[in-house]
């Protein structure tokens, strides 16, 4: 959601708020902003600016309803290239796992979440990572990433725009990884 919706949401939430205060006050026996409403329809100009704000309000009441309801528009599919006979794709899950695979084969690695996004520019790739305490982590994160890299893109043909890496820890347990180093 942009900026522009947030503020139209913020806008929306305050103006049914307040209609909703001053009808309990009316519904409680405060009849102020009843009479206020009954003498501003005697005017032309009051009517237009209530109508205005009415039809601004059902406006984003229909926008937001249809926001609701629509997904969001996430291919679910990489294209990778158009033959005479058809398209071939490929998903974005059997894509995670490849990544997965190729991840889990690098020396200190002990756990993966992998994330694939389909970008015109080609796919990208998040990997969280949960690394063992004796590795080094610039070398363990390139080789993730070259090898991710190339692995999709020999075995698919999909470029691959972005490997992203993400340490979500280093574990303290050793046992997958890299035996422990004692100095």
Same mark, same amino acid.
């Given at each position: 959601?942009?900026?522009?919706?947030?503020?139209?949401?913020?806008?929306?939430?305050?103006?049914?708020?307040?209609?909703?205060?001053?009808?309990?006050?009316?519904?409680?026996?405060?009849?102020?902003?009843?009479?206020?409403?009954?003498?501003?329809?005697?005017?032309?100009?009051?009517?237009?600016?209530?109508?205005?704000?009415?039809?601004?309000?059902?406006?984003?009441?229909?926008?937001?309803?249809?926001?609701?309801?629509?997904?969001?528009?996430?291919?679910?599919?990489?294209?990778?290239?158009e033959?005479?006979?058809?398209?071939?794709? +490929?998903?974005?899950?059997?894509? &995670?796992?490849?990544?997965?695979? #190729? @991840?889990?084969?690098?020396?200190? /690695?002990? *756990? =993966?979440?992998?994330?694939?996004?389909?970008?015109p520019?080609g796919?990208?790739?998040?990997?969280?990572v949960?690394?063992?305490?004796?590795?080094?982590?610039?070398?363990?994160?390139?080789?993730?990433?070259?090898? +991710?890299?190339?692995?999709?893109? &020999?075995?698919?043909?999909?470029? #691959? @725009?972005?490997v992203?890496?993400? /340490?979500? *820890? =280093?574990?303290?347990?050793?046992?997958?990884?890299?035996?422990?180093?004692?100095?």
């Amino acid at each position: 959601m942009g900026f522009l919706d947030r503020s139209l949401m913020v806008i929306y939430t305050l103006g049914i708020m307040a209609a909703l205060f001053l009808s309990g006050l009316a519904a409680l026996g405060w009849t102020d902003p009843l009479n206020f409403l009954q003498v501003s329809l005697l005017y032309d100009r009051d009517r237009v600016i209530i109508g205005s704000v009415i039809v601004f309000f059902l406006f984003l009441s229909l926008k937001f309803f249809l926001q609701a309801l629509s997904r969001p528009a996430s291919p679910e599919r990489a294209l990778v290239k158009e033959t005479k006979i058809g398209q071939i794709s +490929v998903s974005l899950n059997a894509l &995670e796992n490849m990544s997965y695979r #190729v @991840a889990n084969q690098v020396k200190g /690695v002990q *756990d =993966i979440k992998p994330k694939v996004a389909y970008y015109p520019e080609g796919i990208k790739v998040l990997i969280k990572v949960v690394l063992s305490p004796d590795v080094s982590v610039p070398e363990v994160t390139d080789e993730i990433q070259a090898k +991710v890299k190339n692995y999709i893109f &020999e075995h698919v043909g999909i470029n #691959v @725009a972005v490997v992203k890496i993400l /340490v979500e *820890d =280093i574990s303290s347990d050793i046992s997958k990884g890299m035996p422990r180093k004692l100095n």
